[in-house]
Structure formats: structure tokens, C-alpha cells
């Protein structure tokens, strides 16, 4: 699976809209863009994932860019409940799952 | 419905002994992923098994570690001759089916410490 570059660390304030980054410049066609988000002492948990159309669920939106090298992952209203490490992967296989450095997104009230 | 269950949470042996950490997958979901998370890391891929079959294992060193997923009861990843660089957090996922589409529920986790 090709790999993806997110920024190490965010930082937003509660009840703001956060954008996260991710590009992935190397992605295939067959490749889905996931995102999953691990808080602290948890296991990963599953936020959303798309191949080329943006996509919305009540957790979050995402945006991918029209030739698919980066997509941004949108929280239209940071809660305390959010800081955690953002995880942007690339399958095709949708098992073996790269789960890089992601970027820690820290909320403040 | 419950979610995917590990147990123990935490496990301590001692360099040497046996590791055995459970996994019973979400009801219905009959693909179970193992992972490894070493400190200030990401997850890293170990396995992918279904009922009875080891799928996928090239994520998984060669000695000491094996991982099943019998028709009855939970899968099982087993770390033998434990050593301190396993020490580690272990992530068990299930999905119903298998494919870029579906998304992986992950468990709560096993953090193994090796004395």
C-alpha cells in the first residue's frame, strides 16, 4: 500500500472546525483512503473512508482532492472527546491496515 | 451488541515464559486481525485469520509467535519464550467481511510487560 504524510501534531480550539491534512501523492487507483482515530489507552476506532467522492458521516467529513493525492479529514465541531491521534491510511486489501505516526490533535477548551 | 473483546488487558511474565492473549471477535464478524503497537508507534500488521484458517501471517516474526482462530471460541495469539522487546501493546480487529470497503472494529487491548 503506498504511504501517507500527515503533520505530527495539531492543535484546536473546542466547538472550532478542524481540518486534517493527509497527502498521499503515490496513491493507486484501487487504493481507499481510511481514517481511524486511537484516544488515549484505546484501541483504534474506524471514522470514515472514501475512494474518490468526499463522504460525510455523523462523525466527521472527508475531502479528497480531485486527483486523489491528498485528502483532509473535517471535524466541523472539535469537542474535548476528539484529542487523539489521527490515523490517514491507503488499502487496497482493507486488512493489513499501515498505521504510520498519524497526528496528534490536541483540543483546548 | 458487544463490542470486540481481549483479555487479559494487561498480562506481566517474566523472560521466557508463555504469552496467551484472547480475542473474541464482534458477533457475526468471522475475520479477526492481530496488531502490534510498541511505545510511541503506530500499529503494525501481525496477522488476518478466519474461522479455522491463517490467512495472512507475513506481519508475524517467524519464531516464537502463532496466532488460530478455532471453529469454537476465541483466537489466541501466543508469544512463546517470552523476551523484554515483546513487550508491547496486542490490538485484536474483526470485520464482517474482507475488503478495502470495510472498516475494522478494533478491541481495547492486551499491554504485555516482560520482566
Known amino acids: 500500500d503506498a504511504k501517507t504524510t500527515q503533520p505530527n501534531s495539531m492543535e484546536s480550539n473546542e466547538e472550532e472546525p478542524v481540518h486534517l491534512p493527509c497527502n498521499h501523492s503515490?496513491?493507486?487507483?484501487?487504493?481507499?483512503i481510511h481514517w481511524y482515530r486511537q484516544l488515549p489507552s484505546q484501541g483504534p476506532e474506524y471514522v470514515i473512508h472514501g475512494l474518490t467522492s468526499n463522504v460525510n458521516n455523523r462523525m466527521a467529513s472527508l475531502a479528497i482532492a480531485e486527483d486523489r493525492k491528498s485528502s483532509t479529514l473535517i471535524l466541523h465541531r472539535a469537542t474535548l472527546r476528539d484529542a487523539a491521534v489521527y490515523y490517514c491510511i491507503l488499502t487496497n486489501s482493507g486488512y493489513a491496515l499501515n498505521f504510520g505516526k498519524g497526528t496528534s490533535l490536541l483540543v483546548t477548551p | 451488541n458487544a463490542g470486540v473483546m481481549q483479555n487479559p488487558r494487561h498480562l506481566v511474565r517474566r523472560r521466557g515464559q508463555e504469552a496467551r492473549l484472547r480475542c473474541s471477535p464482534m458477533?457475526?464478524?468471522?475475520?479477526v486481525y492481530w496488531y502490534r503497537q510498541l511505545p510511541e508507534e503506530g500499529l503494525k500488521f501481525m496477522v488476518y485469520l478466519q474461522k479455522e484458517n491463517i490467512i495472512d501471517e507475513s506481519g508475524m516474526p517467524k519464531e516464537r509467535f502463532s496466532a488460530e482462530f478455532p471453529k469454537e471460541g476465541p483466537s489466541i495469539l501466543r508469544i512463546q519464550q517470552v523476551v523484554r522487546g515483546d513487550s508491547a501493546a496486542y490490538f485484536c480487529?474483526?470485520?464482517?467481511?474482507?475488503?478495502?470497503?470495510?472498516?475494522?472494529?478494533f478491541g481495547p487491548g492486551t499491554r504485555l510487560t516482560v520482566t
Open positions: 480487529a474483526s470485520s464482517q467481511s474482507q475488503g478495502a470497503v470495510h472498516e475494522q472494529y
Open positions: 458477533k457475526g464478524h468471522s475475520h
Open positions: 503515490t496513491i493507486s487507483g484501487t487504493d481507499y
